[in-house]
């Protein structure tokens, strides 16, 4: 029997959603951001060239944005549990094989396709729409940041014991290693079961919910399309998704090219997580306290000030992890004002797919980071103009969100309101 408003579904704890969502995140983010750390190893062993490497992360990024929109849609309909077992699997096998491969294909095959699409699938699109059905509205901002936060302690914890584990095996074998510890993200998928259209506990379904006609995902997906404040937030998105793939990927370079001990690299990068937990958790309280749109200007804006202060600076140890430091700060802490607008325009019933479609924007820009760094430093031998380019496009992002209207739309065009 259908649930109703006197028995609804019996959900699992707050925290025990946290502890799951935020868990998943931080094994398959984990992992995946600190595959930069592999990126010379790679090179070594293969042979293939900066360039060729860069490719196949580069076509992580795009596939991680790319499978974010279906996997949202499926969790939409069959839920969260059972997209979220099929991520886990698909990250490990990509994972453990990517030492076999010595081609260029077979390096997209294993990185670009498999063990990202399956890091997309148990990505945020799924975590953050089954969070938002678990939780109760008033709770939900403070909630995103922590889960968003998982997946930077995923970041801060694996980038060490990447590094310590290559010292100790070597990389191949500590990259297959860490493919394996993410499926201990499995428990995971039986806490966040369920689909997003299902009522729940924190949504109580009143008698004009209960009578109104949903509209299918094809019609939402149009409403979203033809609203401007998606639109630009998309674009804002996408401009974060060049930023966080290039400070991923060739951070660990950056800062070789500075001169610096290769150690410094893996430091980078858990700094770049550490602190990103602290800035989305800050985020996640900012979201109710501040307009969302405002929030989201103000971290592109800080981004371009921290990139220019770190081109002027001397190049020390310390000039590099204060660097890491503060981008850590804003490194994700737009995914939750940017969810927190998603629902705010179009409530949660088609939220995993319509965050997806945001997160396919941002991992389009997360390709050309990703590629562009590589390419730059083949070129030119350093990395100044991929800076250049990051400084523009983050002030653009910071200008763009200004003419968003966070007012939501009208009853009749909210994905599961009635029509007129």
């Not at 148990?122 to 953050?128: H, R, S, T």
């Not at 297959?176 to 379904?205: D, E, I």
């Not at 204060?322 to 179009?346: D, E, Q, R, W, Y």
Request: proline share 6%.
């Amino acid at each position: 029997m259908s649930p109703t408003p006197s028995t609804p579904l019996r959900l699992p704890p707050v925290w025990l959603v946290l502890l799951a969502a935020a868990g998943a995140f931080a094994l398959t983010m984990g992992v995946r951001q600190s595959m930069g750390l592999f990126l010379s190893p790679l090179n070594t062993a293969t042979g293939l060239g900066l360039g060729s490497i860069s490719l196949a992360f580069a076509c992580g990024q795009l596939c991680w944005g790319l499978t974010q929109p279906f996997a949202g849609a499926m969790a939409d309909k069959v839920g969260a549990g059972r997209v979220l077992l099929l991520g886990v699997v698909l990250v490990t096998v990509g994972t453990v094989i990517t030492p076999l491969m010595s081609s260029t294909l077979g390096l997209i095959l294993a990185i670009g396709v498999l063990s990202a699409g399956g890091a997309g699938i148990a990505g945020p699109a799924v975590l953050m729409a089954a969070t938002t059905r678990l939780i109760p509205p008033e709770r939900r901002g403070l909630a995103t940041g922590v889960v968003n936060a998982g997946g930077s302690f995923g970041q801060f914890v694996m980038a060490p014991v990447a590094g310590a584990l290559s010292a100790g095996m070597g990389w191949a074998g500590a990259m297959q290693v860490m493919g394996l510890m993410v499926l201990l993200a499995l428990p995971a998928a039986y806490v966040l079961k369920g689909s997003s259209r299902a009522p729940s506990a924190s949504a109580p379904t009143s008698s004009s919910q209960a009578s109104a006609s949903p509209i299918n995902t094809r019609q939402a997906l149009g409403n979203a399309l033809a609203h401007p404040g998606f639109r630009w937030l998309s674009l804002g998105f996408f401009v974060c998704g060049f930023h966080v793939a290039l400070l991923a990927t060739h951070l660990p370079g950056v800062i070789a090219a500075c001169g610096l001990p290769a150690e410094y690299g893996g430091w980078s990068l858990a700094m770049l997580g550490l602190f990103n937990i602290v800035g989305s958790v800050l985020m996640g309280w900012a979201v109710g306290r501040w307009r969302m749109k405002s929030l989201l200007s103000a971290v592109y804006a800080a981004r371009a000030v921290a990139i220019v202060l770190f081109l002027l600076a001397p190049k020390t140890g310390a000039t590099a992890l204060i660097f890491a430091a503060v981008m850590g700060l804003t490194f994700l802490s737009t995914v939750p004002p940017t969810a927190g607008l998603v629902a705010k325009f179009f409530g949660i019933s088609h939220m995993a797919t319509l965050f997806g479609v945001v997160m396919l924007a941002h991992q389009l820009g997360g390709f050309l980071g990703a590629w562009l760094g590589g390419k730059v430093f083949e070129v030119t031998g350093a990395y100044d103009w991929i800076w250049y380019l990051d400084i523009v496009l983050a002030v653009g992002a910071a200008l763009a969100h200004r003419p968003i209207q966070e007012a939501p739309l009208p009853a009749r065009t909210v994905p599961g309101a009635a029509r007129a």
